[in-house]
């Protein structure tokens, strides 16, 4: 007999909240925070834009650039960055980030991308530290264990675990399953593993068994509360779209 | 009199190192100059971009565009038939398990030893690491695209990187605006000269010495 989803059964489960501002309303002061996004596609804008708006103090923030919590360095929330771009991509861009480090208010670590989305990754998957080659002979090994395996050296680096993940997803359901739209996947599904809290910003919410369960990217186990957000203001979106070739 | 060999348009030196691609290969391009191989690059060749996204088609036009659909450079690209989207730890295990064939790079600075320093621009108190280490360590191949000098007209084929490094002994070629050079193990070789570049003149604005090929040639396009 082949599978067949019984659409009598409704799930007891709900985990949309009705609002962004509700859905960051308990984070406290001193949050470590990630939040997904590579440029604008992945942002989590309106979570994250609530969350300044609650000027909340002394937050750890986990993402790719500035650019994903421009509002929360605005707001004076950030006391720590782990980030791999400490500033935009495009290096003749004012960086916001440079002022409250060198006032002494941000702290800011440098990593490669990769690395820290491993780091995140085994926080998620119960993995307390693993050795990687990225990184050696490099600034990164600085104060950190080394082994060699075979022909490869390599420095320790440990799990990265998160109290709050501000993701963003296209389409959501109750259970808290999640599917994205092309480019805008990228760290949010990690992010999601990583955290004891993980609230994802979507465009649509659907009811359980709309999404086709074989297509489900990020299943409900990883992620508590859903919440319905707007796309972000367009001059945010195309303010770090390069339409022409950069110049080097 | 002084004169100086223009040396290699930024195009020309991303069609020299396009040619190093083949139909079949997996390519990651770095930000900046390296995303314009993508211009030259041979039909069939595969594009991977760190931000999960396999076998894209080239840079959209402002009627294309959809702000979902973006490079790690933040350029916006095209659906093409066999594209696939995954997340962040699918296109970093692509890099760092040695998945893809070649990854063509920027440099502030390069070394003798093929130590490559592209993170921190000198005088930069932060800077972007992004995936550039991942890639240094992970990638099969890794050329160097890079104007020979850098803005002040100082060498950055350097014999100590003096720039904080992204990867120790990574890189295996380097083309510039007025060569090529390969990274060996007794050093740096030249193989190749643009077009009325003399293999002295690479000289004087390259610190270590550089070998000098028995088959050192002019660059063809």
């Not at chain 1, 990265?160 to 359901?173: E, Y």
């Not at chain 2, 009199?1 to 770095?30: F, H, T, W």
């Not at chain 2, 060749?45 to 979902?68: C, R, T």
């Not at chain 2, 070789?189 to 390259?206: F, I």
Request: proline fraction near 6%; charge should be positive.
């Amino acid at each position: 007999m082949q599978a067949q989803l019984d659409k009598r059964k409704s799930p007891v489960v709900n985990k949309v909240i009705s609002s962004v501002s509700e859905a960051v309303a308990d984070i406290p002061d001193g949050a470590v925070i990630g939040i997904g996004g590579f440029g604008a596609a992945g942002t989590p804008y309106r979570l994250v834009l609530a969350l300044a708006e609650r000027k909340v103090k002394g937050l750890t923030v986990v993402a790719t650039s500035p650019r994903q919590f421009e509002s929360l360095i605005q707001s004076g929330s950030v006391s720590k960055v782990i980030t791999p771009f400490a500033r935009y991509a495009d290096p003749s861009a004012p960086n916001p980030l440079l002022e409250p480090y060198l006032k002494g208010k941000v702290k800011v670590e440098i990593l490669p991308i990769g690395t820290l989305m491993e780091r995140l990754r085994a926080a998620g998957a119960g993995i307390p530290a693993f050795y990687c080659p990225v990184g050696v002979g490099t600034k990164v090994e600085k104060d950190k264990e080394k082994r060699r395996f075979g022909k490869r050296q390599c420095v320790l680096e440990h799990a990265l675990p998160l109290d709050f993940a501000l993701i963003k997803a296209h389409k959501g359901d109750g259970m808290g399953n999640l599917v994205y739209r092309m480019t805008s996947r990228c760290h949010n599904p990690v992010m999601a593993m990583a955290a004891s809290v993980t609230i994802a910003e979507v465009d649509k919410i659907v009811e359980a068994g709309q999404l086709n369960p074989e297509a489900i990217v990020t299943p409900g186990v990883f992620v508590h509360r859903v919440v319905k957000g707007e796309k972000p203001p367009t001059n945010w979106i195309y303010r770090g779209i390069r339409m022409k070739e950069q110049k080097t | 009199m002084n004169l100086q060999p223009a040396g290699l348009s930024k195009d020309l030196i991303c069609l020299r190192a396009a040619k190093e691609l083949k139909p079949g290969m997996y390519v990651n391009l770095g930000i900046g100059l390296p995303t314009q191989v993508a211009n030259f690059a041979p039909k069939g060749v595969i594009l991977h971009s760190q931000n999960g996204v396999l076998g894209f088609g080239p840079i959209a036009s402002e009627e294309e565009m959809d702000w979902e659909l973006v490079n790690a450079g933040a350029q916006p690209i095209t659906l093409a038939p066999g594209i696939s989207f995954f997340s962040s730890i699918d296109a970093f295990a692509m890099m760092r398990g040695r998945h893809l064939d070649v990854a063509i790079l920027g440099a502030y600075q390069v070394s003798e030893g093929g130590d490559l320093a592209n993170w921190r621009m000198e005088g930069e108190v932060l800077g972007a690491i992004g995936g550039s280490m991942d890639l240094a360590y992970g990638a099969k191949r890794i050329i160097i695209v890079c104007e020979h000098t850098d803005r002040n007209g100082k060498p950055r084929i350097v014999k100590r990187c003096t720039l904080p490094l992204t990867g120790k002994g990574v890189v295996n070629t380097i083309i510039t605006s007025l060569c090529l050079i390969e990274v060996t193990e007794t050093g740096l070789e030249l193989r190749e000269l643009a077009p009325g570049v003399t293999a002295d003149y690479v000289q004087k604005l390259t610190e270590p010495k550089l070998i000098m090929s028995s088959k050192v040639k002019e660059m063809e396009f």
